[in-house]
């Protein structure tokens, strides 16, 4: 799931000044130069993916360069979506606290969320460099290019997302504001620097005061997750080993340039794609036709097109911002309350986070190395199950519903929608049939959807808005490059991590539990609830799934159960209030108050803990089609 919350461009209150000024200028100039080569990588990505299957499976002679040369531009097109995230206020942070200050506080805080950002990148800078420079002397097999080329895409990036730090914080009106925040930073840096003999004497203990103090304060405290990742990782190793701060930047490359990792920007710019052809409104619409009469019908359409379109486009933000639209006129119509629709979108969300392509499942694979067709095919059943639990809560609340006003659509309505949807519907079934029948990897079938889905548009519906493919392709660099940035750094603090022995000490520890694979699963299932709420799900994944699974399989747990367990635990913490960032994301996706969505979602999530119990009490749910 990727669900931002948006920090104001400009904290703090006052009269523009001339800094300030200067700033806006500079920063509309920049924007722009970063933007378009950063759409346009989106762009190339495609065409290099689909030249790829094309050329290996109807022409029989495979690119050997297409590989090399989509790796090259993912990494600059991660760090420059990284860059346009990061000028949109777009990266992934956690704003629960920082909403319930005062306004000046909010204020110093949201400076704070730029200037944290701004010492990291000091940090990252050089070593990038130095990185990028080492890498020279390596080529690349097919291309013959050096990987200079490649590696220098982490410097630049990281240098102009300081610039933008440095804009912003001269666009905040109060002076003081800014300076304060700077001035903060530089005395928690300063006294962590000052502390170095006393870190270096505390062994694991080390663990605690970065990963989990400096991490929990950076993230309360509304600072983007993947710089609080950064400062916790850079500072622990500079402060507490002898390691090379260029070993860092190595685990960061390392975390985004994953080759599987390359179908996120393309589900993201895929679920795009479905919400302007109108082939969501499509299958929306049929749903609706065929149980809009039944007691709280429209809601079986939620719970239904919700597990539809996660099948399409991997992102549970474009999810929801193709569902809801379409739905919820209809629903507040015919007297559901406000409330109770951003629930139910929020506990669909959690419902459908192991349905693929998600975005989830393709992280875990990369970082834990089971088979990516493997958890495509074991994630269809328990999101069923999941969905069964939502509709007897749906069932129970709506029993009594007054319907005599509503039309039953007839047979010939119902058969004509179902004309109209059956593309949009079939297009799920495209993506799976081409993974298994080996036409594309699990990286590249999302061009053959974005290929369908621009034909579905252009002949069938008739709604293809050229002058939203701009705009779509940077919200899709952008979106991507806050997810592969956040991948990126915890990649680098799973490496610290494990180096420090405590993969090791939290496999023993959890192996030593008593009650065996029962107890690990129930420890795994709350332990990823509270992490799926504070870290955010791919982070979480990132982080804890590589020191996790060898201990399942030692268990007997089979690694694709076990990660439906996990990433449907993760998806629950995600979309639970009050700490839940996709239940907030679904509030504004919905532009429904968050308060309102507070009561009726308890029942929907004690639902969700239900199915989730059924799913990791039963293997074969996950694991009976493989």
Not at 78 to 91: D, I, P, Y
Not at 183 to 207: I, K, S, T, W
């Amino acid at each position: 799931m990727a669900s931002t919350h948006h920090a104001p461009a400009v904290p703090g209150g006052g009269a523009a000044t001339t800094p300030h000024r200067w700033a806006t200028v500079l920063d509309g100039v920049l924007g722009p130069l970063v933007e378009i080569p950063a759409a346009l990588l989106v762009v190339a990505e495609i065409v290099v993916l689909l030249a790829g299957v094309v050329s290996r499976y109807l022409l029989h002679s495979p690119l050997v360069w297409s590989d090399e040369l989509a790796s090259i531009l993912f990494l600059w097109l991660a760090m420059l979506g990284s860059v346009v995230a990061f000028r949109r206020g777009g990266h992934m942070r956690m704003t629960a606290l920082v909403g319930m200050a005062s306004p000046r506080m909010q204020a110093f805080l949201e400076a704070v969320a730029i200037a944290a950002p701004l010492a990291f990148l000091l940090l990252v800078i050089g070593p990038s460099i130095e990185f990028a420079e080492e890498e020279t002397f390596i080529t690349t097999p097919a291309m013959e290019l050096t990987n200079a080329w490649r590696a220098a895409a982490l410097p630049v990036g990281s240098i102009l997302m300081a610039v933008v730090a440095v804009l912003r914080l001269m666009q905040v009106a109060d002076w003081r504001v800014a300076a304060g925040a700077l001035a903060a930073v530089a005395a928690v840096a300063a006294l962590f620097l000052g502390l170095e003999p006393v870190f270096r004497g505390l062994g694991n203990l080390n663990l605690l005061v970065f990963f989990v103090g400096l991490v929990a304060v950076s993230v309360l405290a509304g600072v983007p997750i993947a710089f609080s990742f950064g400062l916790a990782t850079f500072g622990y190793l500079a402060l507490t080993t002898n390691t090379p701060l260029l070993v860092v930047v190595g685990r960061m490359d390392e975390g985004m340039s994953h080759l599987i990792l390359l179908s996120v920007p393309l589900f993201v710019f895929l679920g795009l794609l479905i919400e302007m052809t109108g082939m969501a409104a499509a299958m929306v619409g049929f749903l609706a036709s065929l149980l809009g009469h039944v007691r709280g019908g429209l809601s079986y359409v939620l719970v239904g097109a919700m597990y539809l379109v996660s099948g399409i486009s991997g992102s549970k933000a474009a999810d929801m911002a193709a569902v809801a639209p379409v739905l919820f006129p209809e629903m507040k119509a015919r007297g559901a309350k406000e409330g109770d629709l951003v629930a139910l979108l929020s506990a669909t969300g959690a419902q459908t986070e192991t349905i693929p392509p998600s975005l989830v499942l393709i992280t875990l694979g990369s970082v834990t190395g089971v088979s990516i067709s493997a958890l495509f095919t074991g994630g269809m059943l328990p999101g069923v199950v999941l969905g069964i639990t939502l509709c007897a809560v749906v069932w129970w609340r709506y029993r009594s519903d007054d319907l005599s006003n509503v039309r039953r659509a007839t047979r010939g309505e119902i058969g004509r929608k179902l004309l109209i949807a059956f593309p949009a519907i079939a297009l799920p079934f495209v993506i799976r049939a081409a993974v298994v029948e080996g036409v594309a990897t699990a990286t590249e079938v999302s061009t053959i959807g974005i290929v369908y889905s621009v034909a579905a548009g252009l002949l069938i519906y008739r709604r293809f808005d050229w002058a939203r493919l701009k705009p779509m392709l940077i919200d899709t660099a952008s979106l991507s490059g806050a997810i592969l940035l956040i991948i990126g750094a915890a990649t680098a603090m799973a490496w610290a991590l494990t180096q420090s022995g405590f993969s090791g000490q939290l496999a023993r520890t959890m192996a030593a539990l008593p009650g065996g694979a029962i107890m690990f699963m129930v420890t795994s299932i709350v332990a990823f609830i509270i992490l799926g709420s504070v870290l955010e799900g791919i982070p979480a994944i990132v982080l804890f799934g590589p020191l996790l699974f060898p201990i399942a399989r030692q268990m007997g747990i089979h690694d694709v159960h076990y990660a439906m367990v996990v990433i449907l635990a993760m998806g629950i913490g995600l979309f639970a209030p009050p700490f839940g960032v996709g239940y907030y994301a679904a509030c504004a996706i919905s532009r429904i108050h968050p308060d309102e969505g507070m009561k009726p979602i308890v029942g929907y999530i004690l639902a969700l803990i239900v199915g989730l119990i059924v799913v990791a009490a039963v293997p074969w749910i996950s694991i009976g089609f493989l």
